[in-house]
């Protein structure tokens, strides 16, 4: 089982940059594929990034980065605009599964305009 916990999030005017940071817990966070997800108010939760795929709008954005001796995921996002306003969570699935288990409980992020 691993625990995970968001942090790096906050008010940035449009055009600006954050980094987003997903610490987790346990010794066996190398066999875990990590991702990133977002949810917008009113909005259904939906998919970010991995280490493999990137979502359409944020493609050439943000990059996600993971240092496994550190236990940590990072979202790097660059020329932020409104719409990426939502609350970013990082979760973890066993790499032989398909499905998120694991789920932090999320960093707000806000881009003014």
């Known amino acids: 089982q691993v625990q995970l916990v968001e942090s790096g999030g906050g008010l940035v005017q449009a055009g600006g940059s954050l980094r987003l940071s997903c610490a987790a817990s346990?010794?066996?966070?190398?066999?875990?594929?990590m991702g990133w997800f977002r949810q917008a108010p009113g909005k259904e939760r939906e998919f970010v990034a991995d280490m493999r795929y990137y979502a359409d709008s944020v493609k050439g954005r943000f990059t996600i980065s993971r240092v496994n001796a550190k236990n940590t995921v990072y979202l790097q996002m660059n020329s932020l605009q409104p719409e990426d306003t939502a609350v970013y969570y990082c979760?973890?699935?066993?790499?032989?599964?398909?499905?998120?288990?694991?789920w932090g409980q999320g960093t707000q992020v806000t881009v003014s305009s």
């Open positions: 979760a973890a699935r066993e790499g032989g599964s398909s499905i998120y288990d694991y």
């Open positions: 346990g010794h066996t966070f190398s066999s875990y594929a």
